[in-house]
């Protein structure tokens, strides 16, 4: 096992170029625990965490969040996601949210990644980059399976792009236990007033992050009577219908951290609580 | 004139709270654990275990591991010197497995070698050839007439039947249950540990991470093939234990790797071996019958209660009796027929674990309390109250609670602690769910409910029970100091203070130094049962006094003031002491006779917010009130009090090994959840100090007592919140929102033996 200290983009992606079988260590938080599980046992290994140009976060408007900012960062920070600083609190272990990175949920692309819900709901855009430049993916294509995407192995994630898509926006998932846990179930919800889009992404309930569309569809035509410029609050029948919609497009199974009834049920009540919530946002 | 200085209380003496000294080195992780060890030229263990539940061994072929680079021994069942099998209360567990595995991770060979990877490496390049077999993991299968024999004597490991009074009274109002508990892990912080050093004579020198250290040792040295004189134990810094620590686990490996190689050798299991290399809390199915009258009096209680005792004995025997002693809890049963059952399964082994068998009835049995106070419709608290044991009253072995019974004041005591504020919170952080963001109030009710429980103190039924302690009260230049020495683990529950306490005041010495512990001493007994500030508190107590009376005779001798210690220590004085507590009975055939030492009560209530729409529960305050006689160090008492209630909560809505098919599926701290500060609620503690006349200071112990009652405390309350029946615990959200009760499969009369159990259709 070796590791290599990068200290610029340009050299990871030489790295990454050249040497076969390169594993990317950002924050580790995931990485660690799979080598101490023994489940995988990497040749090489390029810590990026030095990388300083990968640790850059802007936002006028379009938001571009660099790999290497980390969960305390987006909660300390005005990162332009509410919903995303909620994903990032709700990591329990501030050691964690010191050494998470964005760019290490992406790259290890779990469906309970806490982060990879919202960018989905926010429709936003994975930016990888190799020696032969840049390309940027729609997060809806960049996950194909349970730890798995379109990233070549050549190939770095450098940031996640988004519109700002406004306040109206939320996180929760459920875990049996009340901190520092991987949830059974999470769900995104954004409400893009200026763009009269709504988003929905739902998490750890099939191989990917799932796009909750028929529920998205059915809580536009909501804010399309009541009018997408100005708080309202739904109808309980509404909220369950919004749940009812998101929960039937999970493709949950069971497993030791949940069952698949409690999954669908569990979708169903936060979906309700999330619209009955966001709505009300200016 | 006398040169004494005047008699001042001595600072740090019994009954006051006194830091340990342990506690600012572990919270600035500057405490050496077992895993900390090193020593020049040392070699690092690894084991290979079993994948299979249950199979058959064609062969072991260790020859390519053996070439591969590093590696310094590899040990099979074949390579064993003397005897091969061990175990705490039965000789029936292979030091490596010969012929078959029966439990998934069962140790099948052992390497040593230069670095930690290397032995890894090599024990994954063994390439053992099994045969699978047909495990059993339902322990009521196991006891049934046609089920494979996992055990040359059968697959019953232990059979209790307690009967007292009229076993088939009737009475007017009766209520039924059947109950579960799942495998609770200990989950000691620290992973097991050992460095094993070659001595010069042939002998071996083990530093471990223990519970016992005498009884590791009585353990060890017959599978080494060496005699006890040869074999030297030092207890090794303990990262918690809670019971994991009372077996064999790597003890004999690490031995055997040093004896073959020459050369120390340090094991460390990492946290997911852990959980295949000790054993757990028995998994429990219980079927409860209880009467009373129709003024709320009990009249009888029937139980049948069968233990998972996995696949090799452990402590199995002593956890069926104590679910069995304490099947009815802290109240007068006039008539009772209790019969229990451990069963030898292909799950993991189960043994001794915090609460030991009295946790698993008290759930039952207090979930039985409640139904029974909505039959009479009578107050929980009131009910219990009316029942609770009183000092001179009968348990169901008709041996009468003596000395110290104050059932019912704890009762009351703890029913009579302010409630927490009656608002229900508006921030996720304070609500079910916590940082999961579930709900900002939305779904929540909140529910109370009450528990009380009880158990033993020190070892029971016959067994030879004491602890040895050395006291040397000297002079330096500084002046006056006390050596305590003994061989009692601290385990993290406080005894190194203690005995430091007893010290200070006995002898008005303030300067105490507690000694490692180590073999050199006497056996101290082990650090359970919540024994040691009754055994080695005692034995400190003994010595220390032997020591006052023999300073009392120097200082009339000489004609000086026994406070002239500078005069009267120029030879220090040096008593050894082994302490006994009174003669317990062997267990009878039914009633199990005087078999205990004396009892220890608590009683707990708990105030829970249910998400009902998710089923997610924060427990809002515990407020517990224990019996301790008393408290000798009431900070330590409070933390172990508290530490025991977030096992307890444990139990009631989150840690389960879970099983399938003998399987274990979640061996890792992501998936086997423990409590974290954000599900631990404040507890409010009320100790009840009623000294028992038999202990030192009439302090009685007490670390098990609060894991006993909090548990069904807790669940009581996630009941009122939701009208659930929640009879198996953990309670998993899907019991709450779903409310489908456990269902053991089984139908069996309580009381009845579980052999004749007939599978429900």
New interface residues.
């Given amino acids: 096992m070796s590791v290599h200290i990068s200290r610029h983009v340009d050299d990871v992606l030489d790295n990454l170029s050249t040497r076969k079988d390169v594993t990317i260590l950002a924050g580790g938080t995931d990485l660690l625990v799979e080598i101490n599980f023994g489940r995988i046992r990497p040749s090489n290994i390029v810590a990026i965490d030095r990388v300083d140009e990968l640790k850059d976060h802007s936002r006028n408007g379009h938001i571009r969040m660099g790999a290497l900012v980390t969960y305390t960062r987006m909660l300390e920070t005005d990162v332009g996601s509410p919903a995303l600083q909620e994903a990032a609190r709700t990591i329990g272990s501030p050691q964690i949210r010191n050494a998470a990175t964005i760019g290490g949920n992406l790259g290890t692309c779990s469906p309970a990644g806490d982060t990879l819900p919202v960018l989905a709901a926010l429709e936003a855009t994975v930016v990888l980059r190799s020696k032969g430049g840049e390309r940027r993916v729609a997060f809806g294509d960049f996950m194909t399976g349970p730890k798995k995407s379109v990233r070549r192995p050549d190939e770095l994630i450098v940031a996640a792009e988004w519109e700002d898509a406004g306040e109206a926006q939320t996180y929760m998932f459920a875990a049996t236990r009340n901190a520092m846990a991987i949830s059974i179930s999470g769900l995104a919800l954004v409400v893009d007033r200026a763009r009269r889009r709504v988003g929905v992404g739902l998490g750890s309930c099939g191989p990917t992050i799932i796009r909750a569309t028929d529920a998205e569809r059915f809580a536009a035509g909501l804010f399309d009577e009541t009018g997408w410029d100005r708080p309202a609050r739904p109808s309980d029948a509404a909220a369950r219908e919004f749940g009812r919609l998101a929960a039937g497009a999970a493709k949950p199974i069971d497993d030791v951290r949940g069952t698949v009834a409690y999954r669908r049920h569990v979708l169903a009540v936060m979906g309700a609580r999330a619209l009955a919530r966001v709505a009300v946002v200016p | 004139m006398s040169t004494a200085a005047p008699r001042t209380r001595i600072r740090g003496g019994v009954g006051e709270s006194v830091e340990r000294p342990d506690s600012a080195p572990k919270a600035k992780g500057e405490f050496q654990y077992g895993s900390d060890l090193r020593r020049e030229g040392m070699l690092f263990g690894a084991t290979l275990r079993s994948p299979h539940p249950y199979a058959r061994i064609a062969g072991i072929d260790t020859a390519a591991a053996k070439k591969m680079s590093g590696v310094k021994a590899i040990i099979t069942a074949s390579d064993l010197p003397t005897r091969e099998l061990f175990g705490l209360m039965k000789l029936d567990q292979p030091v490596l497995a010969s012929g078959k595995v029966r439990y998934v991770g069962e140790p099948v060979a052992i390497v040593a070698a230069e670095t930690a990877e290397e032995a ?1 490496v090599a024990a994954r390049a063994i390439t053992v050839r099994y045969e699978p077999l047909s495990p059993i993991t339902d322990p009521v299968a196991a006891l049934q007439p046609d089920a494979a024999q996992l055990h040359r004597r059968g697959n019953v490991i232990e059979d209790v039947l307690v009967e007292h009074g009229d076993p088939d009274a009737r009475a007017d109002v009766v209520v039924d249950g059947e109950y579960e508990l799942g495998m609770q892990d200990q989950a000691a912080l620290g992973p097991e540990a050992g460095l094993a050093i070659p001595r010069q004579d042939g002998g071996v020198e083990l530093h471990i991470a223990t519970q016992w250290l005498h009884e590791d040792l009585r353990q060890i040295a017959p599978c080494l093939g060496l005699p006890e004189s040869k074999v030297h134990l030092v207890l090794a810094g303990v990262g918690g234990a809670f019971g994991a620590r009372e077996d064999v686990t790597l003890q004999i490996h690490t031995c055997l790797l040093a004896l073959a190689t020459k050369r120390p050798v340090r094991m460390t299991y ?3 071996e852990s959980f295949y290399g000790h054993v757990h809390r028995h998994p429990a199915k219980l079927w409860y019958t209880h009467g009373a009258t129709k003024k709320g009096e009990l009249v009888f209680v029937r139980a049948t209660i069968v233990l998972d005792g996995g696949a090799y004995a452990s402590s199995s025997p002593a956890v069926v009796a104590n679910a069995a002693c304490f099947g009815a809890g802290p109240y007068r049963v006039p008539n009772a027929r209790i019969h229990a059952v451990g069963a030898y399964t292909n799950n993991p082994p189960t043994g001794a674990m915090r609460g030991f068998g009295a946790v698993q009835s008290c759930f039952a049995y207090e979930a039985q309390m409640d139904k029974l106070a909505a039959a009479l419709d009578i107050d929980p608290v009131e009910l219990r109250e009316r029942n609770a044991l009183r000092n001179g009253d009968a348990i169901i072995t008709s041996q009468p609670v003596e000395g110290s019974a104050p059932v019912a004041d704890v009762i009351r005591r703890c029913a009579d602690i302010a409630m927490p504020n009656g608002e229900i919170p508006t921030e996720p952080i304070a609500l ?9 109030g ?2 929540v009710r909140r529910g109370v409910g009450y528990a009380a429980g009880m158990k033993n103190v020190c070892y029971s039924h016959g067994f030879d029970d004491f602890s040895t302690a050395r006291v040397r009260l000297a002079r330096d230049v500084r002046g006056p100091i006390a050596h305590v020495h003994t061989a009692a683990a601290e385990v993290g529950q406080g005894i190194v203070t203690v005995c430091a306490q007893i010290a200070r005041t006995e002898l008005g010495v303030e300067r105490v130094e507690v000694d490692r512990p180590d073999t050199t001493i006497g056996s101290a007994g082990s650090s359970s049962a919540s024994r040691q500030t009754w055994m080695t508190g005692g034995a400190v107590l003994a010595a220390c006094r032997e020591v006052k009376a023999e300073l009392l005779a120097r200082a009339r001798k000489a004609g000086r003031s026994p406070d002239d210690l500078g005069a009267l220590l120029e030879e220090p004085i040096d008593r050894t002491v082994t302490h006994r507590h009174r003669d317990t009975e062997p267990r009878d055939a039914k009633t199990q006779n005087q078999g205990h030492v004396a009892f220890l009560f608590a009683a707990h209530r708990a105030v829970v917010d249910v998400d009902v ?4 529960v ?1 427990v809002v305050q515990v407020a517990t009130a224990q019996d301790v006689g008393k408290a000798i160090n009431p900070v330590s008492v409070v933390g172990q009090i508290e530490g025991g209630i977030a096992q307890g909560l444990g139990l009631a ?2 840690e389960e090994v ?1 099983l399938r098919d003998g399987l274990v ?2 061996a ?1 701290f ?2 086997y ?1 423990l ?5 631990m609620p404040p507890v409010v503690t009320v100790l009840i100090e009623h000294p028992h006349p038999d202990a030192p200071y009439g302090a009685k112990g007490v670390g098990e007592p609060p894991t006993i009652s909090s548990t069904p405390a807790i669940v009581a309350a996630i009941r009122a919140a939701t009208g659930r029946e929640l009879n198996r615990v953990p309670v ?3 019991d709450i ?2 409310g489908a009760p456990y269902r053991s499969g089984w139908r069996i009369t309580p009381g009845d033996d579980p052999r004749r159990a007939v599978r429900a259709s």
């Fill in positions: 890894r990492g946290r997911e079910p769910g916590g940082l999961g963001n579930l709900t900002h939305e779904g729409d998710t089923g997610l924060k809505v989150m879970l599926r979640n890792s992501t998936d959840l409590p974290t500060t954000l599900d998993r959200p899907d929102v779903f």
